[in-house]
């Protein structure tokens, strides 16, 4: 069973930028399909970005519009959400997601594993 953990999170000023990295064990993260949500306060955890197990395929959800970038780094079995052009709206906990299946999927029931969640704090 893979476990995950966050860390990167913080507070920063509209405009700025945060990586968030997800860092797995008990798991090799190039044999999952590994996921980016968000929750903010009263709100449904919402999909971010998916990278597929090969690495090849990402996908995106539609207010990233080019700010987010999703990457890994398999020697040190960990993912990356690059974040830039932050805005107050992207304050939420950012959790990393692993499913043991191949498929970009955007649902939080498709994904198997879930890390604890990582507060992001966009001030105005």
């Known amino acids: 069973q893979v476990q995950l953990v966050e860390s990167g999170g913080g507070l920063v000023q509209t405009g700025g930028s945060l990586k968030l990295s997800c860092a797995a064990s008990?798991?090799?993260?190039?044999?999952?399909?590994m996921g980016w949500f968000r929750q903010a306060l009263g709100k449904e955890r919402e999909f971010v970005s998916v990278?597929?197990?090969?690495?090849?395929?990402?996908h995106y959800a539609g207010f990233v519009k080019g700010r987010f970038t999703i990457s890994r780094d398999n020697a040190k079995n960990t993912v990356y959400l690059q974040m830039n052009s932050l805005k107050p709206e992207d304050t939420a906990v950012y959790y990393c997601?692993?499913?043991?299946?191949?498929?970009?999927?955007?649902?939080?029931?498709?994904?198997?594993?879930w890390g604890q969640g990582i507060q992001v704090t966009v001030s105005s």
């Open positions: 990278m597929s197990g090969s690495g090849r395929s990402t």
């Open positions: 008990g798991g090799t993260v190039s044999t999952y399909t």
């Open positions: 997601a692993a499913r043991n299946a191949l498929g970009l999927m955007v649902v939080t029931t498709a994904y198997d594993y």
